[in-house]
């Protein structure tokens, strides 16, 4: 399955570009940008279609601005995302078995001194208060 959603109309292949939705209370059709998932009762459409898109009469359309630049990843964004995956892979990883996991510099991670680990979930940690 391609990952680029497509245009709902019948007999249409184009990638969609904006989210069609009807608000049947108000009378209203809405056409904004295209919507981070795909919806059960919202229509995706390409350009053409959203272009030429009408509503029954009585209907108001209601056109919310499509910023097209925006739904494609900048050259900034793509470098953003290298950098960080780059340190995440620089970063060593502590050793569960360790009961004191240190930092970097070698001694007790911060407020974890008299900390101790109970359990773990995945990357995620539950420590034991110190006694008072």
């Known amino acids: 399955m391609s990952p680029v959603r497509r245009c709902s109309r019948t007999a249409c292949g184009r990638p969609a570009v904006a989210t069609l939705t009807y608000v049947y209370a108000d009378s209203t059709a809405v056409l904004g940008p295209l919507a981070t998932y795909a919806e059960p009762h919202c229509y995706d459409l390409c350009a053409e279609h959203s272009e030429r898109l009408t509503a029954p009469r009585g209907w108001e359309v209601v ?32 050793d569960p078995r360790d009961p004191a996991p240190r930092d970097r510099r070698g001694g007790p991670e911060a407020g974890e001194a008299d900390a101790t ?3 773990r979930r995945g990357h995620l940690r539950v420590l034991r208060s110190p006694e008072p």
């Open 117 to 119: 680990e109970v359990a």
């Open 63 to 94: 056109r919310l601005a499509v910023d097209t630049a925006a739904a494609r990843p900048s050259s900034d964004d793509l470098e953003a995302l290298a950098d960080a995956v780059r340190e995440a892979a620089r970063t060593p990883r502590p």
